[in-house]
C-alpha cells in the first residue's frame, strides 16, 4: 500500500492513534503533515526527516485552518488524505457538563473535522481524487455513563463522514473509524483520574471480547487501508475496530 508522492494530514498527530498513523504512512512512503497544537510535533517531524511537517494549528479555529492549508500546499503542492482525528474528553452528563466544557468538545472533536474537510477538499476536487477518514468512537454506537458531549460529537462525526461521501462522491471518498479502548495517553489521562487506575484499566480491557485492548498502531493499519487504492470502492460507512465492545448481552452461560 505505497503512498509515494500522497499527502497526507492527520490531525491531534504527535501521540496516540494519530502518531501512529504518521508512523505508517511515513513508512508507506508518504509525505506527512502532523498537524496538533502539541510543540512537540516539531521533534517528532524531524525524527522522521525531509517528507515530514509539522503545522501548528487550533483545528477549532477557522483562520488557523486556513493558514495550515496554505503552508502544507506550499510544502507539499496537494493534499491527497485527510485523517481528522484530534479530539478531547471530559467525563460529565448532561446537567454536570459546563457549556465550556460542551462547547470545547464539540469544537474540537466536531467542528474541528468540519473544517479541515472545507478547506482541504478543495485541493483534492483539484487533483480529482481524495479521501478523508474520520476519526469516531464506538461511543457512537454504545455509550458509557458520564460522556455525554463526546459521545454526541463522535456520533455527529458519522452524520458528517455520510455528507461528505454523498456530495462529493465519485472523486473523494469518506469513511469513520469507530475504535473501542486504545492503549494512548489520552486513555491514561483519564483513568488516572480514578481512585483505582489499574482496577479501571482492567475492567476496559474485561470489556472487550479480545478480553485488552488495541494497540494504536492496529488502528493506524486499519486506517492506512481505508485510505488506499485497495479500499477504493468504501465510501460513507462507519467501521467498528472495537474488539468486540457492546455486542454481548450479560447474563449467565447455559
Not at 471530559?90 to 472545507?118: H, M, Q
Not at 464506538?138 to 455527529?156: D, G, L, N, R
Not at 480491557?205 to 494504536?216: C, D, F, G
Not at 487501508?225 to 479500499?231: C, G, H, N, R, T
Request: with cysteine; aromatic share 8%; net charge neutral.
Amino acid at each position: 500500500m505505497s503512498f509515494k508522492n500522497k499527502t497526507i494530514v492527520v490531525t491531534g498527530a504527535t501521540r496516540g492513534i494519530g502518531r501512529a498513523c504518521i508512523e505508517v504512512f511515513h513508512r508507506e512512503s508518504a509525505n506527512v503533515v502532523i498537524l496538533d497544537i502539541d510543540e512537540q510535533g516539531a521533534a517528532f517531524a524531524k525524527e522522521l526527516g525531509e517528507r515530514a511537517l509539522f503545522v501548528k494549528a487550533d483545528v477549532s479555529s477557522e483562520q488557523e485552518v486556513i493558514g495550515a492549508v496554505e503552508i502544507i500546499k506550499a510544502r507539499f503542492g496537494h493534499i491527497d488524505v485527510l485523517v481528522n482525528n484530534a479530539a478531547i474528553q471530559y467525563f460529565a452528563t448532561v446537567t454536570e457538563s459546563t457549556v465550556e466544557e460542551w462547547d470545547k468538545t464539540i469544537s474540537i472533536n466536531l467542528r474541528g473535522g468540519f473544517l479541515c474537510a472545507k478547506y482541504m477538499i478543495p485541493s483534492m476536487q483539484a487533483k480529482g481524487k481524495g479521501v478523508i477518514i474520520n476519526m469516531s468512537s464506538v461511543q457512537a454506537f454504545v455509550t458509557q455513563h458520564q460522556v455525554a458531549s463526546y459521545a454526541t460529537s463522535k456520533a455527529a462525526q458519522i452524520a458528517l463522514t455520510r455528507s461528505i461521501a454523498i456530495d462529493y462522491a465519485p472523486a473523494i471518498r469518506c469513511v469513520a473509524v469507530c475504535p473501542g479502548s486504545v492503549d494512548t495517553p489520552l486513555l491514561k489521562e483519564l483513568i488516572s483520574q480514578s481512585p483505582d487506575p489499574e482496577a479501571v484499566f482492567k475492567e476496559c480491557e474485561e470489556m472487550h471480547l479480545m478480553k485488552r485492548i488495541a494497540a494504536p498502531s492496529e488502528i493506524a493499519d486499519f486506517v492506512s487501508y481505508l485510505a488506499s487504492d485497495k479500499a477504493s470502492f468504501i465510501t460513507g460507512q462507519a467501521f467498528r475496530i472495537d474488539g468486540g465492545l457492546g455486542i454481548t448481552i450479560k447474563g449467565s452461560k447455559r
